[in-house]
């Protein structure tokens, strides 16, 4: 028996509910705290679902152009280059 496509359904089924909650504060927040000046804010959670949520793809290309470039580049460069 293929279960192929009811896996995809529940796939996208999980995608589609997390992607409707993706930053309303109802569904999750983080309280953020700044350690010198003691300023406060909240940060709703994200839905995390890359190539479907487009801010959250955006986050993600983000976070990997930072880490070519501390990986790769700067290695590169050398330890002293900022």
Do not use: D
Not at 11 to 38: D, K, M
Not at 46 to 70: D, G, N
């Amino acid at each position: 028996m293929n279960e192929t496509p009811a896996l995809c359904v529940r796939w996208w089924r999980r995608r589609l509910i997390r992607f409707s909650e993706c930053g309303i504060f109802r569904h999750g927040f983080a309280r953020i705290r700044c350690q010198g000046c003691r300023e406060e804010y909240l940060l709703a959670f994200s839905c995390k679902t890359r190539y479907f949520c487009p801010s959250c793809q955006v986050k993600q290309v983000s976070a990997f152009v930072e880490r070519v470039t501390c990986k790769i580049l700067y290695r590169r460069l050398g330890a002293n280059y900022h």
